[in-house]
């Protein structure tokens, strides 16, 4: 079984329009995470997210917001799209215990903005 | 804030060469630190941690020494293979971060031929 999953794989959309795309961990982690990688394999942080509060970078445009319908998932919504929202999005989770823990990463859904 | 520095690639490497991959760090608090691979059209993978100074984090003939005095965590190995070909990351977490969220240099791409 894989432990942490994405769908879709691939996501092609027009500008303006809002998407979804969807994160699920089968570890019975308690906080999860999304990256956003750019053309130039970048990784920056977007939200980590627990079943107590929601950390936002503060870089990230309001269009995009986390909503986690229960512990095992956190959905990344993003509205109005734009060309620059093209990247790859990674999901993660992890069992956040003082500061020796790992974060298992999803196969990342390629998001493209035309 | 917190920032991780790495050498830009792409490393080109023969098989059984030594590889170095430089990392150096800012952190407001006490870090843990971590190698990440991503292999292409995967997610991360965790390859190794150090949680304290003079910690060595080892896996797959990969090593790392956090050394806090230089603010490093270099990745060696000492003979790569084809198989090693991927995308490097180095990350830090930091105490003081809420969210326990990851800050990752940019990638350094390992390119190793036959």
């Known amino acids: 079984d894989t432990a942490v999953s994405q769908t879709p794989k691939y996501l092609v959309t027009q500008m303006g329009n809002d998407k979804s795309i969807k994160c699920e961990q089968n570890l019975g982690h308690d906080t999860m995470y999304w990256y956003k990688q750019d053309s130039k394999k970048f990784l920056k942080i977007m939200f980590s997210?627990?079943?107590?509060?929601?950390?936002i970078n503060e870089t990230v445009p309001n269009r995009f917001s986390p909503k986690s319908p229960d512990k095992a998932h956190l959905n990344l919504h993003i509205n109005s799209l734009e060309l620059g929202d093209s990247a790859v999005y990674f999901c993660a989770s992890s069992q956040v215990s003082g500061a020796d823990y790992e974060q298992y990463f999803g196969p990342g859904t390629r998001l493209t903005v035309t | 804030g917190d920032s991780v520095t790495q050498m830009e690639g792409p490393v080109t490497l023969s098989e059984e060469a030594f590889l170095t991959i430089n990392c150096t760090y800012t952190?407001?608090?006490?870090?843990?630190l971590f190698w990440y691979v991503q292999y292409p059209g995967e997610g991360l993978q965790l390859l190794l941690k150090?949680?304290?100074?003079?910690d060595k984090g080892s896996n797959k003939g990969f090593e790392a020494t956090y050394r806090k005095e230089t603010t490093s965590f270099h990745l060696e190995k000492g003979s790569v293979q084809v198989s090693d070909s991927a995308v490097y990351f180095c990350a830090l977490s930091d105490s003081e971060n809420a969210g326990n969220m990851l800050t990752f240099g940019g990638g350094t791409r390992l390119m190793v031929k036959p």
């Open positions: 952190a407001t608090g006490y870090p843990s």
């Open positions: 150090a949680t304290k100074a003079d």
């Open positions: 997210y627990n079943n107590k509060e929601l950390i």
